[in-house]
């Protein structure tokens, strides 16, 4: 199969702060109810990072807890990538600070911007390197604290976010859950779906960006899950064709955790039982590059999961960009 041998997962881990807010507390702060909410979103809560905890702070205590999963010391890592698009500041990346809080050798740390489809796209490069042979072990993270762009005047968005973080490591060889294929794609055509339009070189920080509340995350949410659920589709579709599976050989279904009706939408057009998908969004939110290592920390800890199961990991997010993977566990 193309670009092989594929890498393996050796260990993975999660975190999330915390502090839990739930439904009935955001409704009485932003005009809005529980039963909106979980009817529209199935979120019932979500976590929120604390003020002095930042971005590498949430990946520190998932990648403590993915290194010991796989039973590696952070000396052996070679490579680090942080898939985020709240880092703990612009620059210098969120990896290097991560790097030093683990003490990782002076090894290639970057982070990495694909949004919710973050994890999956830093998967898929982390894999590439492995396989290119200059690396050995790589530590994939996927962290977000969405609290700090979230918009307390806008509804519309501010209820469907929360703060967390998820790990990875993947070595060259040995025992652990084998990657088998991705496949991620983009379209850049629109890119105000879903955006923090202020802060970058088109629109530097200044009073009017501040005012215009440019700063915040801003989406049409309507728009989106159209899109999610048709590029979720085809990328699943795809990346199931070019590795020869028929998707009823799909075990497990680990999808981004936005939304349970996109959930629900993706399981009726791919044909796969709703039962095979694994959600945690109830508790935690749409945690964006975070949220497909969460479910999937959790899910693979499950007893559901057997060796020799065949996972399919999807995911899409601002870009817009989308990602699948397929795991053999
Ligand atoms: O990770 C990728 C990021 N994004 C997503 O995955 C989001 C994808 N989109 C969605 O999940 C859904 O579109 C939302 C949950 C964001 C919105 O659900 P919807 O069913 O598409 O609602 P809508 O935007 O069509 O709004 C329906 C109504 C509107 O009122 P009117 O115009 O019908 O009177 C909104 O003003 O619901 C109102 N509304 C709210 N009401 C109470 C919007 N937000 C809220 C709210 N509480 N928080």
Redesign the pocket.
């Given at each position: 199969m193309s670009g092989s041998p594929r890498s393996i997962l050796r260990g993975i881990g999660s975190y999330v702060p915390e502090r839990k807010v739930d439904n009935q507390e955001l409704s009485e702060k932003v005009d809005?109810?529980d039963e909106?909410?979980r009817t529209?979103?199935g979120i019932k809560e979500r976590r929120f990072a604390a003020k002095n905890e930042n971005t590498s702070d949430l990946a520190l205590e998932a990648s403590r807890r993915a290194l010991d999963d796989a039973g590696v010391s952070p000396e052996k890592i070679d490579l680090v990538v942080v898939a985020t698009i709240t880092p703990d500041m612009a620059f210098p990346s969120t990896a290097c600070l991560l790097q030093h809080k683990l003490g990782i050798p002076k090894v290639a740390c970057f982070d990495l911007e694909a949004a919710?489809s973050g994890f999956l796209y830093a998967l898929d490069v982390a894999d590439g390197m492995l396989s290119s042979g200059r690396y050995e072990c790589a530590l994939v993270v996927g962290a977000e604290k969405l609290s700090s762009i979230m918009d307390w005047e806008d509804?519309?968005t501010c209820?469907?976010f929360g703060d967390g973080a998820g790990a990875a490591v993947l070595t060259k060889e040995g025992e652990g859950a084998e990657m088998i294929g991705f496949q991620c794609g983009a379209d850049g055509s629109n890119p105000s779906l879903?955006h923090q339009p202020a802060g970058g070189s088109m629109q530097p920080a200044s009073q009017e960006t501040v005012d215009s509340r440019g700063h915040f995350l801003k989406?049409n949410?309507?728009e989106?899950?159209k899109s999610?659920v048709r590029v979720m589709e085809r990328a699943a579709i795809e990346l199931l064709e070019k590795h020869g599976f028929d998707k009823n050989e799909v075990d497990h279904v680990i999808p981004?955790q936005?939304?349970a009706r996109?959930v629900e939408s993706l399981s009726q057009r791919l044909e796969i039982p709703l039962d095979r998908f694994y959600c945690n969004l109830h508790k935690f939110g749409?945690t964006?590059a975070a949220s497909i290592p969460l479910a999937l920390d959790e899910a693979y800890k499950s007893e559901t999961f057997k060796k020799g199961d065949l996972g399919l990991l999807v995911a899409?997010?601002a870009g817009l960009t989308w990602s699948a993977t397929l795991v053999r566990f």
């Open positions: 809005t109810s909106w909410i529209r979103t919710c509804r519309t209820v469907l879903l989406m949410g309507r989106i899950f999610a981004h936005a939304n996109i749409n964006s899409f997010g």
